[in-house]
């Protein structure tokens, strides 16, 4: 079923409404839709490299306002049926703790999730679920998603088709390591 999904989004590159399927793709990715955009950006801007700073800038704004969407669908969503069960269980003061750690590193975490292939819808969702700051939020999510998709569109407007499979395959890894390496830059700095 995945593979179908998949291949459907694929063909929606080569339609005539490619930007806007490109949007509504970006849109849902970031909080419910399981295929990433860069499946229908990657297409495109190999199709049209002259459009690559559009293709990019729909896939940003469309992802923070999917976002936006994602977030909503946690803190709307919890009040109806996470803090019931929650109360059930004993545990309101445990999402307390937690939702403060997140709200101290959620920047981080948005910014993380919207450079890697970890799933954005997640983060989305579990910021709104803690109530993280909107501001920090929404520009984190910019920050994140533009990063994302003008660094694809810029390889690809300049290797072409040959950066194809290093965007597929590996960008998300040397993304996470980047991450990983400024994180702990920070710390070292904080605590040494």
């Not at 975490?109 to 983060?123: E, R, S």
């Not at 910021?127 to 910019?142: K, N, Q």
């Amino acid at each position: 079923m995945l593979r179908r999904l998949y291949d459907w989004t694929v063909s929606l590159a080569a339609s005539k409404n490619a930007l806007w399927a490109l949007a509504i793709v970006s849109f849902i990715e970031s909080s419910v839709f399981p295929i990433p955009p860069d499946v229908l950006m990657i297409p495109m801007i190999l199709a049209a490299p002259k459009r690559a700073w559009l293709i990019a800038l729909i896939t940003t704004v469309a992802s923070v306002l999917g976002a936006l969407l994602g977030y909503a669908i946690g803190a709307f969503l919890f009040d109806s049926v996470g803090q019931p069960v929650l109360a059930f269980y004993g545990k309101e003061a445990y999402f307390d703790d937690f939702a403060t750690r997140f709200d101290a590193y959620g920047a981080w975490v948005v910014l993380f999730a919207g450079l890697t292939p970890f799933p954005f819808k997640v983060i989305t969702i579990l910021s709104g679920l803690t109530g993280l700051s909107i501001p920090v939020f929404i520009v984190s999510s910019i920050i994140a998603r533009a990063a994302r998709f003008f660094i694809v569109a810029a390889l690809l407007k300049r290797f072409g088709p040959p950066i194809r499979d290093f965007i597929e395959r590996r960008l998300g890894l040397m993304f996470a390591l980047f991450l990983i390496a400024l994180i702990g830059g920070f710390y070292l700095v904080k605590f040494l």
